[in-house]
């Protein structure tokens, strides 16, 4: 029994119309709307990412009108807006989702109920590789953010001990500065005392003084000097050591939630592409157990892109990553070999 069992998985929780309303309102304001058209309903992705699957199904749907498409609620409306509605009639009751454009409008959904599932999964393995250099401080960054995220948009109740005490690491900014993506993280995120605190207990449970003094000062001046001075520390050698802390505390973390599961072919094409990779790494003159595995001052951690169970995953494969990091001296050289 894990601490959040309870919430691992919340399948068809009916949404009042005020609630659906709600959701719709911020997939608008994200400009993440979208409609999945499928056999048992009309899906709306709410939160899709490597640890959350949370998605709202209209059931037994009827439109009036086009459906708008996700670059619609960006590029062609200027204000759109959803009202959630009943209408009763004497011999049927219908629950109606309008779309409008200000005074124009847009679309209507009629529907039965309205429900929202999420399931919450492993993402301690997940890698995805979208800058080129520092693939395993990226990489940590973009899995505190799921964290983060996750509490945020679900609240803290879907979130174990281990993720709340972690998850704040993502609002100190040095730790942030190799950002997973090609932006900036800073207007997503706050630069917060917590986070300090969060970077400073990593330190102190590795003995780094070095670190402890370097974060004990910048919470005191906030340069742009420290920052990226603390985020080229992360990167050296000595580095290296807090990273893998970090790294092990997201995979506890992780642990306790449910992995994702595919059709029998494609989970016997994974089992043996997961094997072919052991071999290959063993017969290279690695030791370890998947995912991690060591050759010399040779560090290797195998992550993988895993596609969602529901809506779209069919179209998408599932590939693993070498990410591969070398201790050379003071340095720290990172690399990623992906989609083997």
């Known amino acids: 029994m894990t601490e959040n069992e309870d919430i691992i998985m919340k399948e068809d929780m009916i949404l009042s ?19 999945v058209k499928k056999e048992d309903g009309l899906y709306i992705p709410y939160m899709m990412n490597d640890s959350t699957e949370y998605f709202i199904r209209l059931e037994s ?15 062609k409306y200027k204000k759109l807006e959803p009202d959630c ?15 409008s454009d200000g005074y124009k409008g847009v679309c209507g959904i009629q529907y039965t109920k309205a429900y929202s599932s999420f399931t919450l999964y492993q993402y301690h393995e997940s890698g995805h590789y979208w800058m080129k250099d520092y693939p395993m401080l990226r990489r940590l960054v973009y899995q505190i953010g799921l964290i983060y995220d996750k509490c945020d948009y679900l609240s803290e109740t879907a979130c174990n001990r281990t993720e709340l005490n972690i998850k704040n690491l993502i609002e ?20 917060d005392i917590e986070g300090a605190k969060t970077m400073l207990a990593i330190a102190n449970e590795a003995k780094d003084k070095k670190l402890q003094m370097l974060i004990k000062i910048y919470v005191k001046f906030k340069t742009n000097f420290l920052k990226r001075k603390i985020s080229k520390y992360l990167i050296s050698a000595r580095g290296f050591y807090i990273l893998q802390i970090i790294d092990k505390k997201i995979e506890k973390a992780s642990q306790p939630y449910n992995k ?16 072919q990779i052991i071999k290959k790494l063993e017969k290279s003159g690695y030791e370890g157990s998947y995912p991690y595995f060591q050759k010399g001052q040779v560090y290797v951690k195998v992550t993988t892109e895993q596609p969602f169970t529901i809506l779209d995953w069919e179209e998408i494969s599932y590939h693993f990553n070498l990410e591969i990091t070398k201790l050379d001296g003071k340095k720290q050289i990172q690399s990623v070999e992906q989609k083997i």
Not at 61 to 74: A, F, N, Q
């Open 17 to 35: 119309n005020e609630s659906l309303e709600f959701l719709i309102e911020d997939l608008i304001k994200e400009g993440a709307l979208e409609f």
């Open 260 to 275: 994702r599961v595919y059709c029998k072919k494609t989970e016997k094409t994974i089992k043996e592409k997961r094997a």
């Open 172 to 191: 100190f900014a040095p730790f942030r500065y190799y950002s997973p993506i090609s932006e900036s993280l800073d207007e997503w995120y706050h630069d």
């Open 61 to 75: 749907p009827k439109v009036i009108g086009r459906l708008p498409k996700k670059e619609d609620t960006i590029n």
């Open 85 to 99: 509605y009943t209408e009763k009639n004497e011999d049927k009751t219908v629950n109606i989702l309008s779309l």
